[in-house]
């Protein structure tokens, strides 16, 4: 598997011969990107789907599925690209190629009782014999079974850092977790949030895969 950070919560996911987009969103780097399989967005939050660049990375990538949570499938019809526009539903599979995509999940985490919850489907990315990766969108909440990497929310409006320390220990991903979910920090404060991810992730740490400016990268199993 081979993995490439673009910014905030957006990760490149390239293995089993299929590149998947998760969750193309304002504060990502989204310039180039051709020949995709698949864009999947979580949920609506601009951060999650840009809705100014979005459409110029459809049209050059005509034949990537669209997968997208329900709701964000009813804001993609209003901005004319309903027709592309696949919807995602917990406890269902995806298969692309050798590659199998299942949305688990429901709701965004709350942000404060003043903004209305919406929906939300974190993904779980799986092929025999690759690591298998869990990317959460915007929640903290769902099981997504044994996964080797988890992509870890590492500050947001509606983040507590209690509460992604107990997700990370939680899930207990195999091989470690990658942060996501960045764009609000400087550097001091986002390794502050790495450092609390790092020690208290599990029983005696967790090893964090900060690909952060670091372009493609390869993961493999153990």
């Known amino acids: 598997m081979e993995i490439t950070h673009l910014g905030h919560a957006c990760l490149l996911v390239e293995v089993a011969g299929q590149r998947v987009l998760v969750d193309p969103g304002t504060f990502s780097q989204l310039d180039g990107l051709v020949d995709l399989t698949a864009v999947v967005v979580t949920h609506q939050h601009p951060d999650h789907w840009d809705p100014r660049r979005g459409p110029r990375l459809l049209a050059e990538n005509p034949d990537a599925r669209v997968l997208v949570e329900p709701q964000t499938a009813e804001l993609l019809a209003r901005e004319g690209h309903g027709r592309r526009a696949e919807r995602m539903e917990s406890g269902g599979t ?93 550097d001091t404060g986002r390794g502050m949030y790495l450092q609390h991810v790092q020690a208290f992730g599990a029983e005696g740490g967790v090893e964090v895969l900060d690909l952060r400016g670091e372009g493609p990268t390869t993961v493999g199993r153990r």
Do not use: M, Q
């Open 94 to 186: 995806v298969e692309l190629g050798a590659l199998r995509l299942t949305p688990v999940g429901d709701r965004h985490a709350v942000i404060h009782p003043y903004v209305d919850r919406i929906d939300n489907r974190g993904v779980v990315l799986a092929a025999d014999g690759e690591p298998t990766l869990f990317h959460p969108g915007d929640a903290l909440d769902a099981d997504p079974g044994p996964v080797d990497l988890l992509a870890v929310p590492v500050n947001a409006p509606w983040g507590k850092v209690s509460e992604t320390v107990e997700f990370v220990r939680r899930v207990a991903p195999a091989l470690g977790v990658v942060p996501i979910h960045d764009g609000l920090l400087n």
